[in-house]
């Protein structure tokens, strides 16, 4: 394998339905750090993975996994990579011991130990048939199939959405360590921030097929803030510094960029710190600058 | 490939089972109406039947009892050796296809997995069928004839030509259901087209148009007859044209 900082390197990518368009979609995951890829339903999410996994044709652009061309490289690069879907590919008349039959032969570094130790962890039995599982269970398969090839990148495309939350911790806490090793890299694509927030390095938001925002998290979340304004103080706010405000009967809710900037700005104003989930709420409504 | 083709013997397995015991009752059942006819009472049936059948009306009548049970159990592997294709379905409905595109596999092997079950499925079929066929047509006092084994390879090579055709219809429209309804649709067509055929043929068409139209039938007819020899040929021809266009199908990336 090549040396490479990115194990994504997505450029111009564009890709066009009837009335839909992945535009120039352009962002990198550097190598061995977990990106959390998040946006609305319908916003280009699982397009832009499925482009990136070579399932659907690009219109324009040009794709990078591990340092290599996503196409023309195709089937070497996915000796190295797992793809975690929200629904199981899996039929549901094999049992897991089977599954092991189908993909050792697939997978050159396939390791049984590891994917027996994943079916242990998880308390999946291997004989019963994958139709017998529940949501979780079938989930936590999938996943024990990915890490049991020692791939280098993990791409998962809301995997842990429609988990209960002890399922989905148990599930955290096994990307990261899966991210002890350093050549290891997940991409994951979820509308539930609160997951990203605990674990990825960095985040890329998507709307209406267009990237709003790509870096590193902790910059992101340090950067944008949530301002409390009364509705006089409102007036005062520059419109350049407004990503969109929420007016309630109480005052408004300004989300803005340049918390700093900002701070010196509107001293009297109170800044609340802004999660994921606000600055995902707030760019959405971008375009009407006010919303309810 | 290896993983490839364990899969789709995993996910047919219950089905291949259900087959090979219906075509193990076919085959009980035929012998038994052998053994019925040299050790007990079917010829005293015929004959309660008919009083005037004559000795070589019951051995027609036999020998067409004789390939009814043979005929059935073709019928029984055809249905068998055609299960393959339910993984279409079953890949259609678990999204398969997409996640498949995720692994390092060819669509070659992928295609290569199907065909390569399907003809070793075709040739042990083949072997169990000529077995039973020998053994219904024994208890019976017959003979397998040279021309029934010629007949019965040309049946089996040509289902086996229309289970990859079919294969192609149902991986081009996502399901064996819809490749299956398609079929029965070409089949239909060609029936009525016969039918309305035979129609004019027999209807009022001046003869001096009939006549020629009847004269080039039967030379067709007897053309066919003469290249049978290359049937499996035309058969190899038909698999590797299927070949090619499954790993055109599987390919396909959606757009």
């Known amino acids: 394998m090549n040396d490479f900082t990115n194990a994504i390197e997505i450029n111009g990518l564009t890709k066009k339905y009837d009335g839909f368009t992945l535009e120039n979609v352009t962002f990198s995951v550097p190598k061995g750090s977990i990106m959390g890829f998040i946006g609305q339903n319908g916003a280009g999410k699982t397009t832009t993975i499925r482009l990136l996994l070579n399932i659907a044709e690009r219109d324009a652009g040009e794709i990078k996994l591990l340092g290599r061309d996503a196409v023309k490289d195709e089937y070497e690069i996915k000796q190295d990579i797992s793809a975690v879907f929200d629904e199981v590919p899996f039929s549901e008349k094999l049992n897991a011991t089977q599954l092991e039959k189908v993909f050792r032969p697939i997978f050159r570094n396939w390791d049984t130990e590891a994917y027996h130790g994943y079916l242990k962890r998880f308390s999946l039995p291997e004989k019963k048939k994958i139709g017998e599982f529940s949501k979780g269970m079938k989930m936590k398969l999938q996943i024990a199939v990915a890490l049991s090839h020692k791939a280098k990148l993990l791409v998962m495309d809301e995997a842990t959405t429609g988990l209960d939350p002890v399922v989905r911790n148990e599930i955290l806490d096994i990307f990261l360590e899966y991210l002890q090793d350093e050549n290891n890299s997940i991409l994951l694509s979820s509308h539930i921030t609160s997951d990203l927030e605990k674990i990825a390095d960095s985040v890329t938001f998507i709307d209406k097929g267009r990237i709003l925002l790509s870096g590193y998290k902790d910059d992101i979340l340090s950067s944008h803030a949530v301002m409390k304004c009364t509705k006089e103080e409102y007036k005062t706010v520059a419109a350049e510094d407004i990503i969109s405000a929420r007016l309630s009967d109480f005052g408004v809710d300004v989300m803005v960029a340049d918390k700093k900037g900002c701070k010196v700005k509107y001293s009297g104003i109170t800044f609340d710190t802004a999660s994921l989930d606000d600055i995902m709420m707030y760019y959405v409504h971008r375009d009407k600058k006010e919303w309810v | ?255």
Request: net charge positive.
């Open chain 2, 1 to 255: 490939m290896k993983g490839l083709i364990y899969r789709i013997l995993a996910i047919t397995k219950k089905q291949l089972i259900y087959g090979a015991v219906l075509i193990g009752a076919f085959i009980i059942l035929g012998m038994l109406f052998g053994a019925s006819y040299r050790f007990g009472n079917l010829k005293i049936i015929m004959l309660i039947l008919d009083p005037d059948y004559s000795a070589e009306d019951i051995q027609k009548s036999i020998e067409g009892i004789a390939n009814a049970m043979v005929f059935m159990v073709l019928i029984g592997i055809i249905m068998v050796m055609g299960q393959g294709l339910t993984t279409v379905t079953e890949d259609y409905k678990t999204k398969w296809k997409s996640y498949a595109h995720t692994l390092p596999v060819t669509p070659r092997q992928t295609a290569a997995a199907t065909y390569i079950l399907l003809i070793i499925e075709y040739a042990v079929s083949f072997v169990i069928f000529l077995l039973s066929a020998v053994t219904i047509n024994g208890f019976f006092g017959l003979s397998l004839t040279m021309k029934n084994i010629g007949n019965y390879s040309m049946t089996m090579l040509g289902a086996l030509t229309v289970v990859l055709i079919l294969y192609n219809i149902a991986l081009r429209f996502d399901g064996e259901q819809k490749a299956i309804h398609i079929l029965l649709c070409c089949v239909y067509a060609v029936i009525m087209v016969i039918m309305v055929a035979v129609a004019v043929l027999k209807g009022k068409i001046p003869e001096h148009i009939r006549q020629p139209i009847v004269d080039m039938l039967t030379e067709a007819f007897k053309m066919f007859r003469k290249t049978m020899f290359l049937f499996p040929a035309y058969s190899a021809a038909v698999i590797a044209l299927c070949f090619h266009r499954s790993v055109k199908l599987i390919e396909r990336r959606e757009k």
